[in-house]
């Protein structure tokens, strides 16, 4: 009687300490996939890639990639300084082919991936990719698209998300919305987005302070979407 | 009594030139404008025009301008006879841009260097380094190049299967840096209606401003 008593308390102290354990676990690598958590910027273009050129009237020269630039490392420094791991794919100004982007993003699973561009337009334009209809269709093979397809409705979250802190951030300004076959967007196991910020006709981004402001427009968005 | 008489027999002759006049203006008017209505509805169409000018072929043509695609139709001679001249000649009318646009999206300069079916019934199109050099603009512009340089390649050269662009004779990896442009480039445009009117309108190539939500 006594034996079958001890042996029942150890199995019920084994079965909490086993339970403990589990759902300790269970919570530390849920905190680790949550969305959100790590954050990827990527700066469109780059190297003699230069993407949209503008010559200003008073004589200035402003390239797209050195835009793009600014605005990813205000976007990475921002949220480390919110306490959200970010990661850039390109930190200085060299070519990567959208391969490399893709590989170089995936190296740091992210929980949310954003890719910088310009537009040519006055507004912002933000893209989540569009996926093709026939999920049989072996030239599926040349999008990636089963990477990015778990992930689409995510990422319409975030770009909503994105879309409302813009509009915030920048009262006097479009943002339109748009889906379009983005083969990046494709590549990328985790939500997606291309954020295209005004041509450098509406926005001066030799000022310091219009990246700063993108940057913190994003860092909302990325909270709120995380909410 | 007589001045009374010939008071009314003035004013009716008056009348009477005034009606008369009233009336041949009318029927001036009336005619003028029917025959402007007449000339409206007998402009003809590219089709037409070709089937008139012995020698010549309609083609569609889609061109990339402010965020859509616009067909044109243009008319071409020499006649077409095979399907290399009709992916020559359509090429050749979407590299010289939409009529009458000072700023359009089509990469100034190009030139085609050729044109050929594979094996397979890919079309490749071989395309001078001033279409990548020369290209300006996002990725809703690189998407509605090459959107529309193929539905105008679909539009009129029969037996395609899919298209391919090369660079220079090679194959290169993007246009702009948006888009890959070593894929056919059916599989990579064509995909899906999706749900929203948003998403719905943005696939067609049209961006409306519409959210997610």
Redesign the interface.
């Known amino acids: 009687m006594l034996l079958r008593k001890i042996l029942m308390n150890k199995f019920l102290s084994a079965f909490i300490v086993c339970f403990a354990f589990m759902t300790l676990w269970a919570q530390a690598s849920g905190a680790a996939a949550s969305p959100g958590n790590t954050v990827v910027v990527d700066a469109?273009?780059g190297g003699y890639?230069a993407?949209?050129?503008y010559n200003s009237p008073d004589g200035m020269q402003t390239n797209e990639k050195d835009a793009d630039l600014r605005i990813a490392r205000a976007v990475i420094s921002t949220l480390r300084a919110a306490g959200t791991e970010a990661f850039a794919t390109r930190p200085v100004d060299r070519y990567m082919?959208?391969?490399q982007r893709a590989r170089a993003a995936q190296a740091k699973s992210p929980g949310l991936f954003l890719s910088v561009?310009?537009?040519?337009?006055g507004a912002f334009?933000i893209?989540?990719t569009?996926?093709?209809?026939d999920q049989t269709?072996p030239?599926q093979f040349?999008?990636y698209s089963n990477r990015q397809r778990p992930y689409i409705g995510e990422s319409?979250?975030f770009?909503?998300a994105l879309?409302q802190s813009i509009k915030q951030a920048f009262p006097n300004v479009?943002?339109?919305?748009?889906?379009?076959?983005?083969?990046?967007l494709d590549m990328i196991g985790a939500p997606a987005v291309?954020l295209?910020c005004p041509s450098p006709a509406y926005l001066n981004y030799r000022d310091p302070a219009v990246a700063g402001r993108i940057a913190q427009a994003v860092a909302g968005a990325v909270r709120a979407y995380e909410k | 009594m007589k001045n009374d008489k010939r008071g009314r027999k003035v004013f009716f002759t008056v009348a009477l030139v005034l009606l008369f006049a009233g009336g041949l203006t009318a029927g001036y008017l009336y005619l003028s404008l029917g025959t402007g209505l007449q000339r409206e509805q007998e402009k003809p169409s590219a089709a037409q025009v070709a089937q008139e000018v012995q020698g010549s072929s309609p083609l569609k043509i889609y061109y990339p301008v402010n965020g859509y695609l616009q067909m044109e139709e243009r008319v071409v001679t020499p006649m077409i006879l095979t399907r290399e001249d009709a992916a020559r000649a359509t090429v050749q009318e979407f590299l010289k841009g939409p009529a009458g646009m000072l700023d359009p999206s089509i990469p100034p300069d190009t030139r085609l260097l050729g044109t050929y079916f594979g094996a397979d019934g890919e079309l490749f199109i071989d395309l001078s380094d001033a279409f990548r050099r020369n290209f300006q603009g996002d990725a809703l512009t690189e998407y509605l190049l090459l959107r529309g340089l193929y539905e105008s390649l679909l539009s009129n050269v029969s037996g395609i299967k899919d298209v391919r662009l090369l660079i220079d004779g090679n194959e290169i990896e993007t246009i702009g840096g948006h888009m890959l442009a070593n894929v056919p480039l059916g599989r990579e445009l064509i995909t899906n209606s999706p749900q929203s009117t948003g998403v719905s309108n943005a696939a067609n190539g049209i961006s409306n401003g519409t959210g997610p939500e």
């Open positions: 469109g273009h890639d993407g949209i050129v082919d959208i391969s561009h310009l537009s040519s337009t334009n893209y989540v569009s996926l093709p209809q269709d030239g040349y999008l319409r979250d770009a909503s879309e479009s943002v339109l919305y748009t889906e379009i076959p983005l083969p990046l291309m295209e």
